[in-house]
């Protein structure tokens, strides 16, 4: 996993609560076997018209916005879906932070999954970050991960931001979740015995492998 | 020794916590992992790039769900015109094999939805954990497993490990008491829930359901509750288990028999919140008080009874909130203060995760029978899994249902969201069934209106969106 220190970039302001999954990524765009090449996707129904025209008005087909790399947005964002598929749209579009008062926490989870930070910060200051984002000259802000810290040339002091730690460790270096759990195999196998002592309905299922 | 008394959620947790990672970080183990097309290719990859298996191979299983037409079943993945929908299936059927994984396929008798196979095959128990890349996944809470969606790096965690990195959730304890009305049903009262809390109001807490109406509830009815969970936001839903669940579970294919039966029956009653549990917040709804439920927006909380109207913006004095209401309201194709009953619909689907079983079913059959399809208005019955099907076929809904203008499908998550053959035209306007209301969730510039099977059914014979209750 690529790590995340310190990125600066366009932060594109998204002044809408409850954005959803089907809406950061229309379900079309999940019949798909890859996580790459999502961005094409990303926003599909507020960035293109029917006819798959660009539509001007949406924040991402507007300079400096186009290459946004961070997202300013409002509450509850990610909700719905399950679907990796949107986090991966972000990615591939570029996008690999979002500022918000609040996230649905599956998606929240996702993001730390593909090197990616969601920062939730009180509603006055997103207004305050979205007020200076809105303006071209002062769209750039700069997420420093090692500071704990957002700073641009349109907010007058560094804002600070709280990250779990242990998720903040696996940003900064980029670890494998997967290889850390394995760390703790013994913990596992134990779990798995003492099931098979005292639920052992839990244990089995009696379904076997697919013969087809 | 005194111990703390505990929630159900509590309980549960606290038997699959593994190991404490450090910072409220724990590995919890995952009793059951349900797989489906669309979510874990990528998982698959993960997994032989690293060059891992499977650990657990029996108690995980697949089903091909969301991409597949609900018509040409015979056909099996040959008959799939979509081409990358064909591919997504494929490439289940390779993974499940190169991995050697259970499958129920295309053309087997357990196949269905993942939420609606699961507890049909018995896979689904108290006191279980169970995971799957879908956020209904919660829907399996109301066997009192505790039951959540997860994405596509956590499915391929858990196929490698197991376990999942998970922090406690805060609890939350919705009652619901009382009596529920003439031709209220749990999808009204789980979008009454929405309603009133709204559709963060649950984000980061694990919700038990509770209360006489809860109780009163058929095994359908909790599974309708708990399906709609995420739709408040909640990581899971859980309805503790009583003689019902035990009932429902016993003789299902994967469940335990004879004495291990027994000895799980006398856990499982353990499996409740004790008396003086703490939970982080209580909210209390009388069912009296609920009324068939229609949404009018494009967020499930966007809802109203049917005898209610849609919002006026300009009462509204948050400018972010009064521009979202107009948003929804422009989207949806409806006025400040329209009245929902009369609004005329060209698409009924009956089906989903949420309410395509058998008793969803006879519900909306009992309002169809004798009754015609509007002449304006397609719709669609699609059975949660072949044996809801088959089930459905021996009771004779099909013919029911056909004798009044619907269509009889196979099974599949179908028009609920649009990635097969069927889902809304831009600008077509469905009463709905299903759990979502997004913008262009049913199809790009679809219009969905979220209903009870009955609602739905009293929808397509009027030819609008209409009070049940007038039709019973």
Same mark, same amino acid.
Request: aromatic share 6%; hydrophobic share 40%.
């Given at each position: 996993m690529t790590p995340f220190t310190r990125l600066t970039a366009v932060a594109a302001p998204l002044p809408i609560a409850n954005i959803d999954t089907d809406m950061i990524l229309p379900a079309a765009f999940l019949k798909t076997v890859s996580r790459r090449g999502l961005g094409a996707g990303l926003f599909h129904t507020a960035r293109y018209d029917y006819d798959k025209n660009e539509r001007p008005d949406f924040v991402l087909n507007q300079p400096p916005w186009r290459r946004a790399g961070i997202l300013v947005t409002l509450e509850n964002f990610g909700c719905g879906s399950s679907r990796e598929h949107a986090p991966w749209a972000l990615l591939d579009f570029g996008i690999r932070c979002i500022l918000a008062p609040s996230f649905a926490e599956i998606f929240y989870n996702n993001c730390f999954k593909n090197g990616m930070l969601p920062i939730k910060l009180d509603r006055a200051t997103i207004d305050h970050l979205m007020a200076a984002v809105s303006q071209p000259g002062t769209a750039e802000l700069t997420i420093d991960l090692e500071a704990n810290a957002i700073t641009a040339a349109g907010i007058s002091a560094p804002i600070s931001f709280a990250v779990d730690e242990l998720r903040r460790q696996r940003l900064l270096y980029g670890l494998d979740d997967i290889g850390n759990t394995l760390q703790h195999g013994a913990a596992i196998a134990a779990h798995e015995e003492r099931v098979r002592r005292e639920t052992p309905w839990l244990a089995q299922t009696g379904l076997e492998p697919w013969r087809g | 020794m005194m111990t703390r008394p505990r929630t159900l959620y509590e309980k549960i947790w606290d038997a699959h916590a593994v190991a404490h990672l450090g910072s409220g970080e724990w590995l919890l183990y995952v009793d059951r992992h349900l797989l489906y097309e669309v979510t874990s290719p990528q998982a698959f990859d993960g997994l032989r790039a690293s060059g891992s298996s499977v650990r657990r191979p029996e108690l995980t299983l697949a089903v091909a769900d969301h991409n597949v037409p609900t018509q040409h079943r015979a056909g099996g993945v040959a008959a799939i015109e979509d081409v990358d929908s064909r591919l997504q299936v494929e490439t289940l059927e390779r993974n499940v094999r190169d991995f050697g994984l259970p499958y129920a396929d295309l053309t087997s008798t357990r196949h269905g939805i993942v939420h609606v196979v699961g507890p049909e095959q018995g896979l689904t128990l108290p006191g279980a954990t169970i995971v799957c890349g879908d956020s209904h996944t919660s829907t399996h809470g109301a066997f009192a497993a505790l039951a959540f969606g997860i994405g596509t790096s956590e499915a391929e965690h858990v196929l490698a490990t197991q376990t999942l990195i998970q922090k406690p959730s805060r609890t939350m304890l919705i009652r619901v008491d009382g009596a529920l009305g003439n031709g209220v049903t749990a999808k009204d009262v789980i979008l009454a829930i929405i309603g009133k809390i709204?559709?963060?109001?649950?984000?980061g807490y694990v919700i038990e359901y509770a209360g006489d109406a809860i109780s009163a509830l058929d095994m359908a009815g909790r599974m309708t509750v708990c399906n709609m969970s995420i739709e408040a936001g909640a990581r899971a839903g859980l309805i503790a288990p009583d003689g019902k669940t035990f009932a429902w579970v016993a003789g299902r294919p994967c469940a335990p028999q004879g004495s291990m039966l027994e000895a799980a029956k006398a856990q499982w009653r353990t499996l409740r919140s004790d008396d003086g549990a703490v939970y982080d917040r209580t909210v209390a709804i009388s069912a009296s008080e609920i009324a068939p439920m229609v949404t009018w927006g494009t967020s499930p909380e966007a809802v109203t009874t049917i005898t209610g109207e849609t919002p006026d913006p300009g009462d509204e004095p948050d400018s972010a909130r009064r521009a979202q209401l107009q948003r929804m309201l422009t989207y949806m194709g409806l006025s400040p203060r329209?009245? $929902?009953?009369?609004? !005329?619909?060209?698409i009924v689907f009956i089906g989903s995760c949420t309410n395509s079983r058998i008793e969803d079913l006879r519900a909306a059959a009992a309002i169809a029978k004798g009754r015609q399809v509007a002449h304006s208005v397609r719709a669609l019955v699609v059975p949660g899994s072949a044996a809801v099907k088959a089930q459905g076929e021996q009771e004779g809904l099909h013919e029911v249902f056909r004798a009044a203008g619907f269509e009889w499908r196979d099974a599949g998550?179908?028009?609920? $969201?649009? $990635?097969? !053959?069927?889902r809304l035209a831009p600008g077509q306007r469905c009463a709905s069934t299903s759990n979502r209301n997004f913008e262009g969730r049913q199809g790009p510039g679809g219009r969905t209106h979220l209903v009870s099977p009955a609602m739905a059914a009293a929808a397509a014979v009027r030819g609008c969106l209409t009070d049940v209750r007038t039709l019973a």
């Amino acid at each position: 996993m690529t790590p995340f220190t310190r990125l600066t970039a366009v932060a594109a302001p998204l002044p809408i609560a409850n954005i959803d999954t089907d809406m950061i990524l229309p379900a079309a765009f999940l019949k798909t076997v890859s996580r790459r090449g999502l961005g094409a996707g990303l926003f599909h129904t507020a960035r293109y018209d029917y006819d798959k025209n660009e539509r001007p008005d949406f924040v991402l087909n507007q300079p400096p916005w186009r290459r946004a790399g961070i997202l300013v947005t409002l509450e509850n964002f990610g909700c719905g879906s399950s679907r990796e598929h949107a986090p991966w749209a972000l990615l591939d579009f570029g996008i690999r932070c979002i500022l918000a008062p609040s996230f649905a926490e599956i998606f929240y989870n996702n993001c730390f999954k593909n090197g990616m930070l969601p920062i939730k910060l009180d509603r006055a200051t997103i207004d305050h970050l979205m007020a200076a984002v809105s303006q071209p000259g002062t769209a750039e802000l700069t997420i420093d991960l090692e500071a704990n810290a957002i700073t641009a040339a349109g907010i007058s002091a560094p804002i600070s931001f709280a990250v779990d730690e242990l998720r903040r460790q696996r940003l900064l270096y980029g670890l494998d979740d997967i290889g850390n759990t394995l760390q703790h195999g013994a913990a596992i196998a134990a779990h798995e015995e003492r099931v098979r002592r005292e639920t052992p309905w839990l244990a089995q299922t009696g379904l076997e492998p697919w013969r087809g | 020794m005194m111990t703390r008394p505990r929630t159900l959620y509590e309980k549960i947790w606290d038997a699959h916590a593994v190991a404490h990672l450090g910072s409220g970080e724990w590995l919890l183990y995952v009793d059951r992992h349900l797989l489906y097309e669309v979510t874990s290719p990528q998982a698959f990859d993960g997994l032989r790039a690293s060059g891992s298996s499977v650990r657990r191979p029996e108690l995980t299983l697949a089903v091909a769900d969301h991409n597949v037409p609900t018509q040409h079943r015979a056909g099996g993945v040959a008959a799939i015109e979509d081409v990358d929908s064909r591919l997504q299936v494929e490439t289940l059927e390779r993974n499940v094999r190169d991995f050697g994984l259970p499958y129920a396929d295309l053309t087997s008798t357990r196949h269905g939805i993942v939420h609606v196979v699961g507890p049909e095959q018995g896979l689904t128990l108290p006191g279980a954990t169970i995971v799957c890349g879908d956020s209904h996944t919660s829907t399996h809470g109301a066997f009192a497993a505790l039951a959540f969606g997860i994405g596509t790096s956590e499915a391929e965690h858990v196929l490698a490990t197991q376990t999942l990195i998970q922090k406690p959730s805060r609890t939350m304890l919705i009652r619901v008491d009382g009596a529920l009305g003439n031709g209220v049903t749990a999808k009204d009262v789980i979008l009454a829930i929405i309603g009133k809390i709204g559709t963060a109001g649950a984000t980061g807490y694990v919700i038990e359901y509770a209360g006489d109406a809860i109780s009163a509830l058929d095994m359908a009815g909790r599974m309708t509750v708990c399906n709609m969970s995420i739709e408040a936001g909640a990581r899971a839903g859980l309805i503790a288990p009583d003689g019902k669940t035990f009932a429902w579970v016993a003789g299902r294919p994967c469940a335990p028999q004879g004495s291990m039966l027994e000895a799980a029956k006398a856990q499982w009653r353990t499996l409740r919140s004790d008396d003086g549990a703490v939970y982080d917040r209580t909210v209390a709804i009388s069912a009296s008080e609920i009324a068939p439920m229609v949404t009018w927006g494009t967020s499930p909380e966007a809802v109203t009874t049917i005898t209610g109207e849609t919002p006026d913006p300009g009462d509204e004095p948050d400018s972010a909130r009064r521009a979202q209401l107009q948003r929804m309201l422009t989207y949806m194709g409806l006025s400040p203060r329209q009245k $929902l009953d009369g609004v !005329p619909i060209d698409i009924v689907f009956i089906g989903s995760c949420t309410n395509s079983r058998i008793e969803d079913l006879r519900a909306a059959a009992a309002i169809a029978k004798g009754r015609q399809v509007a002449h304006s208005v397609r719709a669609l019955v699609v059975p949660g899994s072949a044996a809801v099907k088959a089930q459905g076929e021996q009771e004779g809904l099909h013919e029911v249902f056909r004798a009044a203008g619907f269509e009889w499908r196979d099974a599949g998550c179908s028009m609920c $969201l649009g $990635l097969n !053959p069927d889902r809304l035209a831009p600008g077509q306007r469905c009463a709905s069934t299903s759990n979502r209301n997004f913008e262009g969730r049913q199809g790009p510039g679809g219009r969905t209106h979220l209903v009870s099977p009955a609602m739905a059914a009293a929808a397509a014979v009027r030819g609008c969106l209409t009070d049940v209750r007038t039709l019973a």
